[in-house]
């Protein structure tokens, strides 16, 4: 079993945002929630909305982590890690 760092980056990118609240009020769980869901949908649940812009927080880079591991998988690096005997991680 191996970690791609580059996706599970991009993952906690979108995370970061929604811990960061619930670190600050414990009791915000819906507030947290909705920031979830707008960064990876672009919609925000109590207003209806939907603005593309807030697929940054957490769309965007999902999809730049694996694009990232897509294209170190074909260059080859990932093989290299392999080769090394580097444990558990692939980009």
């Known amino acids: 079993?191996?970690?791609?760092?580059?996706?599970?980056?991009?993952?906690?990118?979108?995370?970061?945002?929604?811990?960061?609240?619930?670190?600050?009020n414990p009791q915000n769980v819906e507030l947290a929630m909705n920031q979830l869901i707008e960064g990876y949908t672009g919609f925000y649940v109590p207003d209806g909305s939907w603005d593309m812009n807030r697929l940054k927080f957490g769309l965007y880079p999902l999809l730049a982590g694996v694009a990232a591991h897509k294209?170190?998988?074909i260059v080859g690096l990932n093989r290299i890690l392999s080769k090394a005997k580097v444990p558990f991680l692939r980009v």
């Open 71 to 73: 294209i170190a998988s």
């Open 1 to 24: 079993m191996t970690i791609p760092i580059a996706a599970v980056g991009g993952i906690a990118v979108g995370l970061a945002r929604p811990a960061k609240t619930l670190i600050a």
